[in-house]
């Protein structure tokens, strides 16, 4: 049922409809390494994003935007491998894992082609649904379904701090236009 | 020692504050979880604020009428010793959802 259920997150993160998520059973939960495997993959992919946008960005707002996620996602990744140093846990790779750094890495090149202005837009509003699907996933599937009181709790934080992304995202975007 | 020299000094370390002149205290505020708290704190001129980030997030202190932009690295704390009376809205620059008040009496 894992491959069932990871495609369906996949699925959920990459195209952002909510409409998509299914609601796993019991039997389908993602295990705590490998919620914790998809959580630290999600932030290395916006990471990666940030460090192109350093690069190609050239709105001061899309520059800023950038750092923010660089400096926020990289903390957030930190504590999570000082919590799976401390819970003993080895992140297991897994479908979701698979797809979403799959699908990631067909978006940086996508983005590559771009400069200026037509870059800062795409950019900016691929955050924006990138940060609505996880968060989504976040909160209907991983949070849900995590085992460990404390992984459970830097879900919830990420969500948190992954909310105000968003919405700073959806700021940005609206400026761009 | 004489008994009434302990009992002050008893008294002295279960109230540090009674020994510290009470023109210039120190406030501690906390960040935690992305939350500031007190989110309404009063204060006077001359008193010390301390900013406590318990996150692993970098966070700033910044007041809306540029009175002060502090710094806070994960896990750190840092101070400001308030000059001017009023009533200071601050927030984080980074995460601008974390939302305070200061109360500054002269």
């Known amino acids: 049922m894992l491959i069932r259920w990871s495609a369906a997150a996949a699925a959920a993160i990459m195209l952002s409809s909510p409409i998509l998520l299914q609601k796993a059973s019991a039997a389908d939960k993602p295990t705590d390494p490998q919620i914790a495997h998809i959580a630290y993959t999600a932030g290395v992919i916006d990471i990666n994003a940030a460090k192109q946008a350093q690069k190609k960005a050239k709105s001061k707002d899309v520059k800023a935007f950038a750092e923010d996620m660089l400096r926020d996602h990289e903390a957030v990744n930190k504590q999570a491998l000082a919590l799976v140093k401390k819970l003993n846990v080895t992140p297991e790779d897994n479908e979701a894992s698979k797809a979403l750094s799959r699908q990631a890495s067909d978006k940086l090149a996508e983005l590559d082609k771009l400069d200026g202005t037509a870059f800062d837009k795409a950019y900016v509003a691929n955050e924006v649904a990138y940060h609505k699907a996880v968060n989504g996933t976040l909160e209907t599937q991983l949070i849900p379904s995590a085992n460990n009181a404390e992984l459970k709790r830097l879900l919830q934080t990420g969500l948190k701090i992954f909310r105000g992304h968003q919405q700073h995202a959806e700021h940005v975007a609206a400026e761009l236009k | 020692m004489k008994p009434g020299r302990l009992a002050s000094i008893a008294l002295a370390v279960v109230f540090p504050s009674m020994?510290?002149?009470?023109?210039?205290?120190?406030?501690?505020?906390?960040?935690?979880?992305?939350?500031?708290?007190?989110?309404?704190?009063?204060?006077?001129?001359?008193?010390?604020?301390?900013?406590?980030?318990?996150?692993?997030?970098?966070?700033?202190?910044?007041?809306?009428?540029?009175?002060?932009?502090?710094?806070?690295?994960?896990?750190?704390?840092?101070?400001?010793?308030?000059?001017?009376?009023?009533t200071i809205d601050y927030y984080c620059r980074y995460h601008p959802n974390m939302k305070a008040t200061l109360k500054v009496e002269p």
């Open chain 2, 19 to 86: 020994v510290v002149p009470a023109h210039a205290a120190t406030i501690r505020i906390t960040m935690e979880d992305l939350v500031i708290s007190p989110a309404d704190m009063s204060a006077k001129v001359g008193d010390t604020i301390e900013w406590i980030n318990k996150d692993v997030f970098a966070h700033t202190a910044t007041a809306k009428n540029s009175d002060f932009d502090v710094m806070l690295p994960p896990q750190k704390s840092a101070t400001f010793v308030l000059k001017k009376a009023g």
